[in-house]
């Protein structure tokens, strides 16, 4: 069994920060991608932004600029600053990650945690 976990949201402000946290825990003997992604209310799930176990990341374009995302590999820990958010981030935010274990890949989700932007 392997779960993400995520913590870090909340009410905040626009213009303001918050950090979001996912950590894996489990059986893992690697992890591959990772990455955040959000469900706005009305909205399909979107990609906010992905990171390769070397560390080169990409992001929506509607985040560019604002939210960075990073990882601690020996944390199989995963974080997404975001900094200027608008109300229109507010959503649950996911956490999404392709994990090895017991001999085969699985891509893995953790439960969520609301961002509430206020305007």
Known sequence: QVQLVESGGG???AGGSLRLSCAASGCIFGINDMGWYRQGPG???ELVAAITGGGSANYADSVLG???ISRVNAKN???LQMNSLKP???AVYHCN???LTNLRWLEVWGQGTLVTVSS
């Open 66 to 68: 604002r939210f960075t």
């Open 97 to 99: 990650a392709r994990v």
């Open 77 to 79: 820990t995963v974080y």
């Open 43 to 45: 909205n399909q799930r």
């Open 88 to 90: 229109e981030d507010t």
């Open 11 to 13: 009410l905040v402000q």
